[in-house]
Each structure stands twice: as structure tokens, then as C-alpha cells.
């Protein structure tokens, strides 16, 4: 049973920075394509920041491209989000994920809307920033 755990999401002000992650219990990060999503209130979940552990590839999605990175403690079997620079429009509830099936590119994370039922998910950490 694969379990993910997200943390470190809080309350910033805008310009101030949160890391986030994401604790992985019956998987080991390989070769699947791992990210993070976000989702505002009446807003569609959206990919932000995909890992592919096998090569290291990473995607952003233009929004976060320069402030946010996404990387994985091997050591720890966590899935980490590092945010700098947070304006309010980053403010949204945000879940860590797996694919759970095997991909040769993981860009479809940023650039398709997710189905549910295709991945594994955390059960959210908030994250709100102010003005």
C-alpha cells in the first residue's frame, strides 16, 4: 500500500518561502514520474513541478518556472518542493503524487489535466500567502 504524506505548508507572507514535502511509505522513488500539484478553490488541480528520479529530468510549469524546485531525498524517500519568491496566486492546497505507471517522458504531468485514478496522492498540505 502506497502512502504519501505531505508537510510544511503554512501561512507567508508574499515574497517569503515555504519547502514542502512529501514522505513516501510502500514505494521507492525510481522510475515512475513523481510531482506536485496544486489546486485552488474552483480551480481544476494542476501539475506545477514533475521529477523523473531515473534521469533527474525536471518540468515546471511556466507559473513557478524560477521559484519552485522539485527535488527527491533518495536517503529519506522523500519528494521535496522548495518555493521561493510565493505571491498569493500560489496559494492553494498542494499534493505530492505518483504516476503508477511506467512513462518515457513525464511532461504530460505539467501539461495535462490529471486523472485522479492514474496516480497516488497525498492528502494535501494548505498553503496561503498573503499580500
Known amino acids: 500500500q502506497v502512502q504519501l504524506v505531505e508537510s510544511g505548508g503554512g501561512s507567508v507572507q508574499a515574497g517569503g518561502s515555504l519547502r514542502l514535502s512529501c514522505a513516501a511509505s510502500g514505494y521507492t522513488y525510481r522510475r515512475s514520474c513523481v510531482g506536485w500539484f496544486r489546486q485552488a478553490p474552483g480551480q481544476e488541480r494542476e501539475g506545477i513541478a514533475v521529477l523523473y528520479p531515473g534521469s533527474g529530468s525536471t518540468y515546471y510549469a511556466d507559473s513557478v518556472k524560477g521559484r519552485f524546485t522539485i527535488s527527491h531525498d533518495i536517503a529519506e524517500n522523500t519528494l521535496k518542493l522548495e518555493m521561493i519568491s510565493l505571491k498569493p496566486e500560489d496559494s492553494a492546497m498542494y499534493y505530492c503524487?505518483?504516476?503508477?505507471?511506467?512513462?518515457?517522458?513525464?511532461?504530460?504531468?505539467?501539461?495535462?489535466?490529471?486523472?485522479?485514478?492514474?496516480?497516488?496522492w497525498g492528502q494535501g498540505t494548505q498553503v496561503t500567502v498573503s499580500s
Open positions: 503524487a505518483i504516476f503508477r505507471f511506467v512513462a518515457a517522458d513525464c511532461s504530460f504531468l505539467i501539461t495535462s489535466a490529471p486523472t485522479r485514478a492514474h496516480y497516488w
